[in-house]
């Protein structure tokens, strides 16, 4: 067992949320171009459901040559062409093949009412993109690593603690409770009558049978409820759903932020092993937590280890370097002590 041990920014748990646009605004970063040829269009079934990913090869495999694989999935409400392909290159050019995805009723991927964003649905479709990586001929089904960013984090971390076919997870940035960032941000009152709102929208759907939808985004909660009530997610989602994902919806079922909201990985972090885990979070992080990080870490056994980059904020490591290569570095060098050295690398 290795910790890093940088440490995170003192606790902001009873910090309140004046102005975190200080942070975002304040970073230093380079902005990432993913190559879109770099990629193709895969199709797979999960629960009955036709999924759209992506499938990204080593440059240097040839066709037939298995390799050891990645799955990935991404942030909260997003599509594959978001925050994950400047991890999926990174990889690929490791000699990983990787398979990234719009989960079901997300971006290109069928799936009823649209824009549904249950946890352990999310969770059913990551581990389904396993099992369809474990049909082809060009992937090592005995080297396979899940490796998730913002949320899919923590889903990674739920996937592993149930599917002992994986070799290694792998969680950066991760969200291991968001419904526990919202109380000790909201109190117990505030949290209360937020979700009020939420269950008084899902009787509004039940009693006219019309899904009830919220903003995926906003820069604060001033205008009413939103999925994503922050500036520094409203900032990426409308920079990148113009730029690099048309497919992304700037909407979110209201009746799934009572599942989103109750969702917890670190109870499931305990459950991981024999499976290796690395966790990858920033140092400085308003809406996913350093705490909640180090709390999933304590709550793992076995092979485990928590490495810090120092950030300025959660988006820095979606598509912004330094930050992105030094997560997909530090990815690749512990997931070859723990998967042997990648074909083609």
Known sequence: MTIVTL????????????????????????????D??????????SDGVRLAGHLYRPPRAVDAEPTPAIVMCGPSSSVKEQTLPHYAERFADA??????????????SDGEPRCYYDPTQVISDYANAVSYL????????????????????????????????????????????????????????GFA???????????????????????????DLSNGLAFMPNPEAFSYYARTSKTDAPTWENRVAAKSLQSYFAYNAVADAALVAPTPLL????????????????????????????????THNHIELYDQNPYVEQATAHVVGWLEGRMDKPVGA
């Open 36 to 45: 879109p040829a770099r990629r193709r269009r895969v199709d797979f079934v």
């Open 279 to 310: 966790i990858v979070h920033g140092t400085v992080d308003l809406f996913l937590w350093p705490e909640f990080a180090q709390r999933a870490y304590d709550a793992a056994g076995g092979d485990k280890q928590l490495a810090w980059i120092q």
């Open 134 to 189: 474990l049909t082809r001929d060009d992937v090592d089904p005995d080297r396979i690593a899940l490796v998730g960013v913002c949320m899919g984090g923590g889903y990674a971390v739920s996937v592993a603690a149930r599917d002992k076919r994986v070799a290694a997870v792998v969680s950066v940035g991760g969200g291991f409770d968001v419904g526990g960032t919202f109380l000790a941000t909201l109190g117990v009152d």
């Open 193 to 219: 009558a937020f979700m009020r709102q939420i269950n008084d929208l899902a009787s509004r759907e039940y009693a006219t049978g019309r899904v009830q939808y919220l903003p995926a985004i906003a820069p």
């Open 95 to 108: 000699g990983y093949t990787v398979l990234t995805f719009d989960p079901r009723s997300f971006g290109e």
């Open 7 to 34: 440490r995170p920014t003192p606790s902001r748990l009873a910090e309140p949320l004046d102005a975190p646009e200080r942070y975002y605004q304040a970073s230093p970063g380079r902005q990432l171009v993913a």
